[in-house]
């Protein structure tokens, strides 16, 4: 029977979300459905919902999710009662990008791509946004899209693999892999970026500069393994990533944020042999402007990183272990946590800069 849960709908582009009672459907072949504990407020939320990126209303965004399997469809080979993280990445496993090793960009139609499991109290389809719709206590997704973890890390702690450490570390270790002893420049300390520098303090770098806006999470990047940290009100950081490399420039430039002015100083960061590595999402319409001669002539590299170039059946459980062994910080990354009832104050923090990551949890009583 269809389950009615209680979500965050957005309506309209810029307004608050509204706490609606909908119905989610039963979970169909090779699909599961999750009781959540916990949903993390990624900033890609935050610009669906303001209206960056455009896209169909109304729907329910939230997709850094863990919690436990409540149902199965046909053809699932997980098992209710199951502890998972819930992730949007939806993969066939078979076609040439999956056995490539790019799950992330699985070029698939699913059915709940073509039909949402949510519809109102009028009966009305809510869209399933970002795949997932995971700011409400209940989701249908792929069973692609679900990992089994183990029962010591914290709700809170876990959402934050769905998405920001993944792609944080996964930029690193997966999409650039960067090399021991290699000079690294992350642009932007969010969620993702603080993730991009435990990725390069796990990879050994030698040099990792931290560049934000925000003492406080410069601060948490030191802590994190970046060796140094920089305020870009203080003014450029292109004479400290000079004398900290001899003047060679980075070998490897994160632009962990969507800021137009992040990805037009890149190139000045970057040196021979370098590579950028766009990980963050600009709103829909902006661009960059890059110099392929000197591109070509310097042998330089541009590379996008989608979802941190993840197998998140590998990924998320080596994670964990990282975690377990101490050698990966998830607890300090919550900022604060909140009921669904509070999402929009919890975003609202999100959206000015002055938490890190904020967590929506459930009573699951």
């Known amino acids: 029977m269809p389950t009615t849960v209680r979500a965050a709908v957005c ?18 072949p090779g699909e599961v459905r999750v009781r959540l504990s916990a949903v993390a407020i990624c900033h890609s939320d935050i610009s669906y919902a303001d209206g960056e990126w455009g896209g169909e209303l109304p729907a329910v965004w939230g997709h850094e999710a863990t919690g436990v399997i409540a149902a199965v469809g046909d053809g699932v080979g997980f098992d209710v009662g199951e502890r998972v993280v819930v992730t949007l990445i939806r993969s066939c496993g078979e076609c040439h990008h ?69 792609t944080g570390v996964g930029a690193v270790l997966n999409t650039a892999a960067v090399e021991p002893a290699s ?79 992040a990805l037009a100083g890149a190139t000045d960061l970057v040196g021979t042999m370098g590579a950028i590595v766009i990980v963050g999402m600009p709103a829909t319409g902006v661009s960059g402007v890059f110099d392929p001669g000197s591109l070509a002539g310097q042998n330089q590299r541009i590379l996008g990183s989608k979802m941190g170039t993840s197998v998140i059946a590998r990924d998320i459980p080596a994670l964990v272990q990282r975690y377990q062994d101490g050698g990966l910080e998830l607890d300090g990354l919550v900022s604060h ?28 009583d």
């Open 183 to 261: 000079s690294v420049v992350v642009l932007g300390c969010g969620g993702v970026g603080l993730n991009v520098v435990q990725g390069a303090a796990l990879a050994k770098a030698a040099t990792i500069i931290a560049v934000d806006v925000q003492p406080a999470k410069l601060d948490l990047a030191i802590h994190l393994g970046a060796t140094h940290a920089h305020d870009l009100t203080d003014g450029p950081v292109d004479s400290l990533v000079h004398e900290l490399t001899d003047g060679m420039l980075a070998d490897y430039v994160f632009v962990a944020t969507g800021a137009p002015s």
């Open 337 to 364: 946590t909140f009921p669904l009832d509070e999402i929009n104050e919890a975003m609202d923090e999100v959206r000015s800069g002055t938490a890190l990551r904020n967590v929506i949890v459930f009573d699951t």
């Open 98 to 166: 999956c056995q490539r090793g790019a799950e992330v960009t699985c070029p698939t139609t699913f059915p709940l791509d073509e039909t949402s499991p949510l519809t109102d109290a009028d009966g009305r389809p809510v869209g399933h946004g970002m795949r997932t719709a995971a700011f409400a206590d209940e989701v249908v997704v792929h069973a692609s899209q679900i990992v089994p973890i183990d029962g010591d890390v914290p709700d809170a702690s876990a959402a934050l693999l769905a998405c920001g450490v993944i």
């Open 11 to 28: 309506r309209a582009f810029g307004e608050p979300l509204r706490i609606e009672q909908l119905t989610l459907a039963d979970p169909g």
